[in-house]
């Protein structure tokens, strides 16, 4: 009989093993994820609104990513 009790499962693969990579549980990863997901779309938005009017949302989008992105630079390290 083979000794399975070690071997990764499809499901921890897919739901558990990054989120533990980063030190968070599924619904933890979900909500940092999801938050991030929000301040994207918002970026997006103003991303658009300063295209067709560029004197409205001058920075807005690139304040957005730069939080964003000192949020995710060094998670899991």
């Known amino acids: 009989m083979r000794d399975t009790t070690h071997q990764p499962t499809a499901f921890s693969r897919i739901f558990l093993d990054h989120p533990a ?3 968070e549980t599924y619904l933890q990863h979900m909500g940092f994820a999801l938050r991030f997901a929000f301040w994207l779309f918002v970026a997006a938005g ?3 609104i300063h295209a067709v009017i560029p004197a ?3 920075k807005t989008a690139s304040k957005i990513t ?3 992105y000192q949020r ?3 998670r899991g390290n």
């Open 72 to 74: 995710t630079a060094n």
């Open 66 to 68: 730069a939080k964003l």
């Open 46 to 48: 103003a991303a658009l």
């Open 56 to 58: 409205a949302c001058e």
């Open 21 to 23: 990579s980063v030190d």
